[in-house]
């Protein structure tokens, strides 16, 4: 008995028809609740992982000190007793009436406004110059950076024996035929032996971020300004100083800060002296703290001094503030 041939199968694909999609079940059968994201799939929770640590420095380092500061500040502390009790604002009034809290002041403000226009324009004088091609460029770069990898302690303890009578200065001062100098022991010579110092230490690191500043700029810009026949100067007031102004406006309200608290090269070459020359508001809260012993009017003193440099540096941001 022979079987029939069987039919052969059709090699045409049969047509796919898309299941519906239906909840997934459990072994029970109940349907499972979709999944959670991960705390990967959240960027904001991702970026607040990383900033916690520098949110909680900021917190513990400088919010919690600074309100520790100007609660100390409302306070006063008697030296006999050690009693503490709270006397609102006589702090402020006492120091506005106190001769040495106000030389102080003028003293930092006339210190910040000779010395910060001094260090940015020799910085930007040399940051023009090293980023030309001549020869020993990157020789003499190093040169000026140096002073930066010194401590500041040890380049006023260097200076300081510089500045002495018988030092290096007053030695070069004899050879050239000219008198000598009594550099930190004359009230009028002082603070600009100081203001010398602090520009041999700050030049340096300035220029760099200015030098970083310059590189950025295309070199088309200049070539253009070059062919319109503009010259080296035109090329710099408005090809180079426009395009420099945010390197320059961090550079500048930087060493305000830095400026405002200068304290240990006065501390080492003149204690505030001669005569109050060169007491600085930094140096005057560190000898109202611990020498005096008042720490509640040196915590006035700081909460003020943060005012200021608060008023100075939003006074700079106005000014440089620009149309982008």
């Keep these: 008995m022979t079987t029939p041939p069987s039919t052969p199968q059709s090699s045409t694909p049969r047509p796919f028809t898309p299941r519906p999609l239906t909840p997934r079940s459990s072994a029970s059968g109940q349907a499972l609740t979709p999944r959670r994201p991960r705390f990967a799939d959240r960027p904001a929770a991702v970026a607040l992982a990383f900033l916690a640590p520098a949110l909680v420095a900021l917190l513990v380092l400088r919010l919690l000190p600074a309100g520790i500061a100007f609660v100390s500040s409302l306070n006063h502390t008697s030296l006999l007793t050690g009693e503490t009790y709270f006397v609102g604002l006589r702090n402020y009034a006492t120091l506005f009436s106190d001769p040495t809290f106000l030389q102080s002041v003028r003293v930092t403000l006339l210190f910040s406004v000779i010395v910060n226009p001094l260090q940015i324009a020799a910085a930007l004088a040399l940051a023009v110059l090293f980023t030309r091609r001549f020869a020993g460029v990157r020789f003499l770069r190093v040169l000026v950076i140096l002073p930066i990898a010194v401590p500041p302690a040890v380049s006023a303890a260097v200076w300081s024996v510089a500045y002495r009578p018988d030092g290096l200065l007053n030695s070069l001062l004899t050879v050239l035929g000219l008198p000598p100098q009594p550099f ?138 620009g149309k982008d």
């Design 184 to 321: 930190l022991t004359s009230p009028g010579q002082a603070l600009w032996s100081l203001i010398v110092l602090l520009s041999w230490i700050g030049v340096g690191y300035w220029m760099m971020f200015l030098i970083a500043g310059l590189q950025d700029i295309p070199t088309s810009l200049y070539e253009a300004a070059a062919i319109d026949g503009a010259s080296a100067w035109r090329r710099f007031w408005h090809v180079t100083l426009p395009l420099l102004r945010r390197p320059l406006a961090f550079v500048l309200v930087a060493d305000t800060v830095a400026n405002f608290l200068v304290f240990a090269p006065v501390q080492m070459l003149t204690n505030g002296g001669p005569e109050g020359s060169t007491n600085v508001t930094m140096y005057d809260i560190f000898t109202r703290a611990y020498t005096v012993g008042d720490l509640s009017l040196a915590q006035a003193e700081v909460m003020l001094l943060v005012l200021l440099v608060l008023a100075v540096v939003v006074v700079q941001f106005r000014l440089l503030r």
